[in-house]
């Protein structure tokens, strides 16, 4: 009897120890790694899409038991149609409940992306932590080719030690115009996330400008320990690059559940990197990532205080007041909620449900955006107004636009300032003439575009004025000079 029980005792060590190396399998004190793999999501019959199936019979449960562990699971179709999809995921404690990756209105670069070609369908991806397999629901119509994306990430923390700080927002330290003497946050930079180069951008990085910030949720779980942060974001990186085919990861920085802050996309966190995280607005905003799930779950105090550290540091560097609402043009796209080319007003912090249809970046985190607004400490410098007046008027044998305006600070005259005439692109704003305020502040430029575009006048500011720039204004059609030759006819 004791011999049975001493047996019986030891194998339920042996299966406790398993147990706790399967939990652990992804884990340990190495520098975090990646590797991803796809598979089909079986249902497929000749002639027949899988969401035309799938919606006759949505109560079906798919089990897909991929032969490699893994940490995050996300899906990809083509089609017009998008599929509902809920998946369970199998770890060390058992099944996990049912989750709903998110699959409309989700981030995205903007339609005319030089840096995001060749984006496929995709949903947002869940983090399971270490997971053997998943059960898959899915119904919906018009769409085929559904495959599940899975990413295993090993490793662990990156060393406190190895944390940087990006340095202040200061005058001439390279960011976007910084003026603002605004201490920057300690950023743990992506060659310590991801010392082994796996999540490498395919292309160079875009440079717009940054006129507001939009703050999201990443829609995965909240319970992953502080060791695996940094494999998280590693996991999103892959996903985004190598499932949803983006040049890079959509965020441009991330911050965790313990209040640390992660490099996102690359090319510089105090530059205005376009990301592809708020489809028809990437090149007027920044987007900063909390990691987790706030529908229902309140952010911790930790994570709120390094995001108002962030937007400090984010909104200095750009120049932009806390105080006032900021215009951003919208450039399209499928979940955007505004048209093409129609101005969009914003807070300098915005929620991504603001400008795409989503319900990021979770009830609970959005509500205490305008809380965290009023936190952010505001300028130091004078406040300076610009105006801008467009007309038409004659041009050799043609016409051309004059653009004459008046800049102010404090209710006086803004002598000898320098004015660039800026009109909206494909690419964002472009300048495309610049001229000096007078005495009396005044600037005047005289252009002949060669299309009606959106136009304003933009100050970088200095270590006295603020950056400002004026409302915009919509360029008059003109008659274009006819060539001699044409003349002569």
């Known amino acids: 009897m004791r011999i049975c029980l001493a047996v019986l005792t030891a194998s339920v060590l042996l299966l406790a120890l398993a147990a706790t190396a399967g939990a652990g399998a992804h884990t340990g004190s190495g520098a975090p790694d990646a590797r991803d793999f796809s598979v089909a999501v079986p249902g497929e019959q000749r002639g027949a899409r899988l969401g035309e199936r799938a919606a006759s019979a949505s109560s079906r449960t798919i089990t897909i038991a991929p032969r490699r562990s893994f940490d995050l699971v996300g899906f990809r179709w083509r089609g017009s149609g998008t599929p509902k999809i809920m998946i369970q995921s199998e770890g060390p404690r058992g099944w996990s409940v049912w989750e709903e990756p998110e699959v409309s209105g989700i981030d995205g670069p903007d339609p005319d992306s030089r840096v995001d070609r060749g984006a496929v369908k995709s949903s947002e991806p869940v983090w399971t932590g270490y997971s053997r397999r998943i059960r898959v629901k899915v119904s919906g119509r018009g769409f085929s080719a559904l495959r599940a994306h899975f990413v295993r990430v090993t490793g662990s923390a990156v060393p406190r030690s190895v944390r940087t700080s990006a340095g202040a927002a200061t005058p001439g330290s390279g960011g976007e115009g910084n003026r603002a003497n605004v201490e920057a946050p300690a950023i743990v930079r992506r060659k310590q996330w991801d010392p082994r180069n796996r999540c490498r951008p395919k292309g160079r990085p875009a440079l717009g400008e940054v006129l507001s910030t939009v703050v999201h949720h990443t829609v995965s779980t909240n319970s992953y320990s502080r060791a695996r942060s940094a494999s998280v974001v590693l996991g999103i ?171 102010t600070a404090a209710g006086e005259p803004a002598a000898n300032k320098p004015v660039a005439m800026e009109v909206f692109t494909r690419r964002g704003w472009k300048s495309i003439a610049e001229t000096t305020t007078d005495a009396a502040g005044i600037w005047r430029v005289v252009v002949a575009p060669r299309n009606r575009y959106y136009m304003r006048g933009h100050f970088a500011g200095d270590d006295a004025l603020r950056s400002v720039r004026s409302r915009w204004k919509y360029s008059p059609k003109i008659r274009r000079a006819k060539s001699p030759a044409a003349s002569r006819r």
């Not at 905003?285 to 995001?307: K, N, Q, W, Y």
Request: proline fraction near 2%; glycine fraction near 12%.
């Open 237 to 407: 990186c892959r996903y985004h690059r190598y499932s949803r085919k983006w040049n890079d990861v959509g965020y441009n920085l991330l911050i965790d559940r313990y209040g640390t802050v992660f490099e996102g996309r690359a090319g510089g966190v105090d530059k205005a990197v376009i990301g592809a995280h708020a489809q028809g607005y990437n090149g007027q905003t920044t987007g900063i990532s909390l990691i987790g799930s706030f529908m229902s779950t309140s952010p911790p105090v930790a994570t709120l205080e390094s995001l108002r550290q962030v937007l400090q540091w984010k909104l200095a560097l750009a120049q932009v007041s806390r105080n006032e609402r900021v215009a951003l043009i919208s450039t399209g796209g499928s979940s955007n909620r505004h048209k093409n080319g129609s101005l969009v007003f914003v807070r300098p912090v915005a929620g991504h449900r603001d400008l795409d249809f989503t319900d990021c970046p979770g009830n609970n985190l959005y509500a205490r955006l305008n809380e965290i607004q009023s936190f952010l400490t505001g300028e130091a410098r004078t406040v300076a107004r610009l105006t801008a007046r467009l007309r038409r008027v004659r041009q050799g044998n043609g016409q051309a636009v004059q653009v004459t305006g008046r800049m």
